[in-house]
């Protein structure tokens, strides 16, 4: 919808996009030492000289914040201190050049600062770029940008056109910018889906091919911001065949949906609002003013919003693991999706991470914003099914078996377990089998018969253990 709509005037604008993508768990070591190669440094809380290398000019992140931020165990795995650590493994690189963004009336710099690349558990990594945008625009602009921006391959015919240049290379798609001139090296690691198309064959359980975007927007002082700026920005509703959009007509929708995801604590100054799009925090007061606040957007926020953003992908991911078992054929595959479930919620999946009320609060709102909470029980549900499915399959394995054995042993026992005939001492003698007795034949199918099943028995658990050893080492090969 088109309305008359109060414009903000935006004087900077940090935005902070992530762009997720999986990897072949098995090749992170190779990928680790192909991003040193290429100038990528590894993240450190104890390398003091990285705290102001990486986010614009005259902004630190003071590393003793971010490790007070976040409890211990949760420290532990954000920030660990050796490559060898399990845990979330960053790799940064300073890029600081400027870009044009065009598309049909519409033209943006920006200037991209850094870049990071960060390796999370279970084969999932993340890119980040930070970008700058300094100069005057109004709010529609911005929005129009940040909408186009974050499509990753553009699909619908509105979001088709886009140019990113600077002053040597032109890209048509942010995908190509990102995976062809920032992150290069990062290309021959993600995995391929061959049944689907496009970047997001790479993580098929996903939404669609946009980045999550983080914003920190410098406002001019003696403006007031509106639940209906909050709103657009949590939306990232801009233009509209070239006029300011918003997706309702509903005022009481607006406040409803706003104060369902604002966090107002500095109000009316600033306002943080959370979305599954967006994590925006909309000032008044410049950095200046209050330097600690981009230094918070940059440090802990990023770092919470980072955590949480790869809770909702992994549990997407396990879901759809879920969806995929064939039980008949992937009786091993499921022993290994319970593990990693297992693993999954009993390493990384916390429910608080911060001892701090605002880090509480902020938790909160991207909880509920990405639905976590619905997307765990679903998950604890499957393995809850899991487990009993295979309880089931094995006790119907053992039953069989028992059963078996049990007609096995009452012919035995009725020949008080000596199943040999006279004729079989010594040489035996075959051509004396079609004039035995009913009782000798008994004797005969059952003596064979469980000799034949001993066989098979030993054939078949042989077989599915080195049929296993295979298929983990392939998986391991593959994953």
């Keep these: 919808m088109v309305n008359k709509l109060k414009e903000l005037e935006v004087e900077k604008a940090y935005v902070t996009f992530m762009f997720p993508f999986a990897f072949h768990e098995n090749q992170r070591q190779k990928m680790m030492e192909t991003l040193e190669r290429h100038h990528f440094n590894f993240f450190n809380l104890k390398n003091k000289t990285l705290q102001a290398g990486y986010y614009g000019k005259g902004v630190k992140v003071r590393h003793e914040q971010l490790s007070q931020f976040f409890l211990p165990y949760i420290e532990d795995k954000l920030f660990p201190q050796t490559t060898k650590n399990r845990g979330f493994l960053r790799y940064s690189k300073e890029i600081n050049e400027e870009f044009t963004w065009?598309?049909?009336?519409?033209?943006?710099?920006?200037?991209?600062?850094?870049?990071?690349?960060?390796?999370?558990?279970?084969?999932?990594?993340?890119?980040?770029?930070?970008?700058?945008?300094?100069?005057?625009?109004?709010?529609?602009?911005?929005l129009h940008f940040i909408s186009h921006f974050r499509v990753l391959e553009p699909k619908l015919e509105e979001e088709q056109g886009v140019s990113i240049f600077n002053d040597s290379y032109k890209f048509e798609t942010t995908n190509q910018l990102v995976l062809d001139y920032l992150c290069p090296s990062v290309k021959?690691?993600?995995i391929r889906n061959e049944h689907l198309e496009g970047y997001y064959g790479s993580l098929p359980f996903f939404e669609d091919a946009r980045m999550l975007s983080s914003v920190f927007l410098v406002v001019k002082e003696d403006q007031e911001i509106l639940a209906e700026h909050?709103?657009?920005?949590?939306?990232?509703?801009?233009?509209?065949?070239?006029?300011?959009?918003?997706?309702?007509?509903?005022?009481?929708?607006?406040?409803?949906?706003?104060?369902?995801?604002?966090?107002?604590?500095?109000?009316?100054?600033?306002?943080?609002?959370?979305?599954?799009?967006?994590?925006?925090?909309?000032?008044?007061?410049d950095e200046k003013s209050s330097p600690n606040s981009i230094s918070?957007?940059?440090?802990?926020?990023?770092?919470?919003?980072?955590?949480?953003?790869?809770?909702k992908i992994m549990l997407l991911k396990l879901s759809f693991e879920h969806s995929e078992v064939s039980w008949s054929k992937d009786k091993e595959y499921v022993r290994e999706l319970m593990e990693l479930i297992s693993k999954f919620y009993s390493r990384y999946y916390f429910g608080q991470v911060s001892p701090r009320q605002e880090g509480k609060e902020l938790t909160h709102l991207l909880r509920e914003a990405f639905n976590l909470n619905h997307l765990f029980i679903e998950v604890?549900?499957?393995l809850d099914d899991l487990y009993r499915a295979q309880d089931n399959q094995t006790s119907t394995r053992h039953n069989m078996l028992l059963f078996m054995l049990t007609v096995y042993t009452t012919i035995s026992g009725i020949y008080g377990m000596n199943l040999v005939i006279e004729d079989w001492k010594g040489f035996t003698d075959w051509s004396k089998v079609p004039g035995y007795s009913f009782f000798e034949w008994v004797s005969l199918v059952t003596a064979l018969s469980g000799i034949g099943l001993a066989i098979a028995l030993l054939v078949s658990t042989g077989g599915k253990g080195l049929a296993n050893r295979y298929r983990k080492w392939k998986r391991e090969r593959t994953d």
């Design 102 to 142: 065009e598309l049909k009336e519409q033209k943006s710099n920006f200037l991209i600062n850094s870049v990071d690349i960060t390796l999370c558990p279970f084969g999932i990594g993340v890119i980040t770029i930070r970008t700058l945008k300094e100069g005057q625009e109004n709010l529609s602009e911005f």
């Design 296 to 311: 918070d957007f940059m440090g802990t926020m990023y770092y919470n919003l980072l955590l949480h953003y790869y809770y």
């Design 188 to 190: 021959p690691f993600i």
């Design 230 to 285: 909050l709103y657009r920005v949590a939306q990232v509703d801009g233009k509209v065949d070239g006029n300011p959009y918003i997706s309702s007509s509903n005022p009481e929708y607006i406040e409803q949906f706003v104060e369902k995801r604002l966090h107002n604590r500095w109000a009316p100054f600033t306002y943080t609002i959370t979305s599954e799009n967006v994590q925006a925090t909309v000032t008044k007061i």
């Design 380 to 382: 604890k549900k499957t």
